[in-house]
């Protein structure tokens, strides 16, 4: 991507956003425009309950973490999505601490177990008394073996003896080589998403 992090001022919603708003209240222009930026973004967003519970997201959550659609997703535990729910606790825990978490890579899956590795950049939701109510995300898949679009490389790769892989600049592994089993006797999902020297 190359799209700054977003400020959360920048993409909050109004106050009287949908979830926040007693039923029955007439949302308004500011809150129609934010609602089109966030079904229309093309990175992956959420709002979730501080249980966890998912309260809404747009198409390219849908897509990336293979819901059949967005009401399918609206309801179910934030947690289905985590490869280790576990990492949500300590993502949640960040967030109230700081109010903002930015760009952190987190395991994540989708509905039918399939890893994704993610930057994520969250912040708390406050109510008008500053009290936590919920948050919101936009979690940005990462570079993945699929991404490696030259055939012939990607034979090459994928049946060198030498062990093949790819990190970011935190040295966070987001592809490794299927000769990494032989190598150091761990699976690539088991490698990818944790640190070069873990």
């Known amino acids: 991507m190359t799209c700054q992090d ?50 809404d997201v747009n198409a390219a959550f849908r897509r990336t973490f293979g819901f059949g659609s967005i009401s399918a997703a609206i309801g179910r535990p934030v947690q289905d999505i985590y490869d280790d729910p576990s990492d949500r606790r300590a993502l949640l825990d960040a967030m109230l601490e700081e109010s903002i978490v930015r760009d952190r890579a987190v395991r994540l899956q989708t509905v039918s177990g399939t890893p994704r590795l993610c930057r994520v950049t969250a912040w708390v939701r406050r109510d008008e008394d500053g009290g936590a109510i919920g948050y919101q995300a936009i979690l940005r898949p990462e570079l993945r073996p699929e991404s490696i679009n030259d055939a012939p490389f990607r034979h090459a790769i994928e049946n060198s003896q030498d062990v093949v892989s790819i990190l970011d600049d935190r040295g966070t592994v987001l592809y490794t080589s299927p000769s990494v089993e032989q190598v150091l006797g761990h699976t690539p999902g088991e490698r990818v998403g944790r640190r070069r020297s873990s």
């Open 6 to 55: 977003p400020s959360p001022a920048a993409v909050r919603p109004p106050a009287g956003h949908a979830w926040l708003r007693q039923p029955g209240a007439a949302a308004d222009p500011v809150e129609t425009r934010y609602r089109t930026m966030f079904l229309e973004a093309t990175d992956p967003m959420c709002l979730a309950a501080l249980d966890g519970t998912i309260l």
